[in-house]
C-alpha cells in the first residue's frame, strides 16, 4: 500500500492535493483512501491530508502513522512541532519539501532518516497543492502523466476551464521536472503485515461522575471557581476615559465578569475575570488598559 502525507497550510489546497493524488490513482486502477484532517481550521493553520492507495479493499483507517511519502507544502512548516511534518518516519520514507533550501539542508537540520527531494517555490501559493500532488504522482511511478491530467481535470472541473488550465500548466510541469525521481516512493507494508506503533495513550478507568467530580457536579461551583486565578494580565477601567457605553464590554465579556450599576459604571469582577482582554478589544474609547498582573498598581 503507498501511504502518502500532506502537510500544508490552509488555503494552500491540501485537500485538493490530497483529492486530485487519489483520482490519480483510481484512474490508474487502484483502491483509494483520501481525507483532509484539519486542526484549526482557517487560512493559514497547519492542515494535513493523506492519501492511501492499494490493489486490494483498503481497511486501515485513521492518523497515517509511517508514510511512505512525506510532502511538504510550505517549508516554515518542518520545524513548527504542532505540524509534526516528520512523524512516523523511517529510512524509507521520502521527505518532499517545496523550498529553495537545497534537499541536503534539510536532511542535516532535520536529521532526517530517508531521502529528502526540494522542489523550487515557482508557482503562486494556493496552488502549493497542486504541485505537491503532481510531484508525488510522478515520484510513485504507477501514475501516467495522462491520468494525472486527467485528475486535475475532474477535480477542478466544478471551477471551470480557466482555473483546470492555469492549475494544469504547473501539475504538468512538476511533473515532467520529478519524473527524473521516478519510483523514488515506494509501497509500504500491506496493512495485514503493518504493526502500527502504540498511540501511547493511558487508559483510565470509568468512574461514575457522582463518584470522581461531586464538587464540579454540585450547584453554582461556576460561581465559587475563582477562574480570576488564570489570569496573567489584568484588564483595568480608566473612569475618566470611560464614556459608559457598557452595552459594549459588558456583553462581549464571555465570562460575564463585568457587572454594570445603575449609574451605567461597568466594574470588573476580578474573581472570574479571566484576562482574556475581549472588552479592551471591544472599547471604543480605550478605556481599558492591560497591566500585567503581577504589578503592584494593577490593583
Ligand atoms: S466599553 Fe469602554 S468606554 Fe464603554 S463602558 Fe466599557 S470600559 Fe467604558
Ligand atoms: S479581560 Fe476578558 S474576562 Fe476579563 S473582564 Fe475583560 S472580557 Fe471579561
Known amino acids: 500500500m503507498f501511504r502518502i502525507r500532506f502537510h500544508g497550510r490552509g488555503g494552500q489546497g491540501m ?25 484549526a481550521e482557517r487560512r493559514g493553520a497547519p492542515v494535513f491530508a493523506s492519501v492511501r492507495a492499494d490493489k486490494t479493499s483498503i481497511n486501515e483507517r485513521g492518523i497515517m502513522r509511517a508514510p511512505d511519502l ?54 503562486e501559493p494556493k496552488l502549493s497543492g497542486m504541485v505537491m500532488a503532481s510531484a508525488s504522482s510522478a515520484l510513485v511511478k504507477v501514475i501516467k502523466r495522462a491520468s494525472l491530467e486527467r485528475a486535475v481535470r475532474e477535480e477542478l472541473a466544478h471551477l471551470g476551464p480557466k482555473a483546470i488550465e492555469k492549475s494544469l500548466v504547473p501539475a504538468l510541469e512538476t511533473f515532467d521536472l520529478m519524473s527524473r525521481y521516478s519510483g523514488a516512493v515506494t509501497e509500504g507494508p500491506a496493512p495485514a503485515d503493518f504493526e502500527p506503533a502504540s498511540p501511547d495513550w493511558v487508559e483510565l478507568g470509568f468512574e461514575d461522575a457522582d463518584v470522581s467530580a461531586p464538587s464540579i457536579r454540585a450547584e453554582a461551583t461556576s460561581e465559587l471557581t475563582k477562574t480570576g486565578l488564570w489570569r496573567t494580565v489584568k484588564p483595568v ?63
Open 237 to 299: 477601567i480608566d473612569y475618566v476615559a470611560c464614556n459608559r457605553c457598557w452595552w459594549l464590554c459588558s456583553t462581549y465579556c464571555p465570562e460575564g465578569a463585568i457587572k454594570v450599576g445603575p449609574d451605567g459604571r461597568p466594574e470588573i469582577d476580578y474573581d472570574h475575570c479571566k484576562g482574556c482582554l475581549i472588552c479592551m478589544a471591544q472599547c471604543p474609547a480605550d478605556a481599558i488598559s492591560a497591566q500585567p498582573e503581577h504589578r503592584e498598581d494593577a490593583k
Open 15 to 39: 485537500k485538493t492535493a490530497s483529492r486530485v493524488l487519489g483520482t490519480a490513482f483510481f484512474i490508474e486502477g487502484y483502491e483509494v483512501q483520501d481525507a483532509p484532517l484539519y486542526g
Open 70 to 123: 512525506v510532502a511538504v507544502a510550505d517549508d516554515t512548516l518542518v520545524s513548527l512541532s504542532s505540524a509534526n511534518v516528520g512523524s512516523g518516519a523511517s529510512g524509507k520514507t521520502v521527505l518532499l519539501v517545496r523550498s529553495e533550501l537545497a534537499p541536503d539542508v534539510w536532511k542535516g537540520r532535520l536529521n532526517f532518516p530517508g531521502t529528502v527531494l526540494a522542489i523550487p517555490p515557482t508557482s
